[in-house]
Nanobody, 126 residues
Framework: QVHLVESGGGFVQAGGSLRLSCDLS????????MAWFRQAPGEERSFVAA????????WYHDSVKGRFTISADNAKNTVYLQMNSLKPEDTGVYFC???????????????????WGQGTQVTVSS
């Protein structure tokens, strides 16, 4: 029903920037929050950033604070993750996620979110 498609990943040198996009297939009427997660090889999926649709409030993992920005364009049904000052440890597959049901899980918990994109690879070289 709800499909999320990420794009914008690629290869970049340390210190460089990338902007990831997440396109929503059915608009945002049911959206409560959106989030980005990432998964490095051999590691678990971990929280990166989240955005509350109602008030635009944002949350970030400490490791990306000051470097990454999550935002949304309602007209385009798109959520973005602007990544600046990239580090090799930022390397991984990045997933966007949508919350459409009320939840008491933490914003950093994958279980809070109901739909997931296919992921886009980000590789940062040193």
């Amino acid at each position: 029903q709800v499909h999320l498609v990420e794009s914008g990943g690629g290869f970049v040198q340390a210190g460089g920037s990338l902007r990831l996009s997440c396109d929503l297939s059915e608009g945002t009427l049911r959206t409560i929050s959106m989030a980005w997660f990432r998964q490095a090889p051999g590691e678990e999926r971990s929280f990166v950033a989240a955005l509350s649709w109602s008030d635009g409030n944002t949350w970030y993992h400490d490791s990306v604070k000051g470097r990454f920005t999550i935002s949304a364009d309602n007209a385009k049904n798109t959520v973005y993750l602007q990544m600046n000052s990239l580090k090799p440890e930022d390397t991984g597959v990045y997933f966007c996620a949508a919350q459409v049901l009320s939840s008491y899980y933490y914003r950093s918990a994958p279980a809070r979110y109901n739909y997931w994109g296919q992921g886009t690879q980000v590789t940062v070289s040193s």
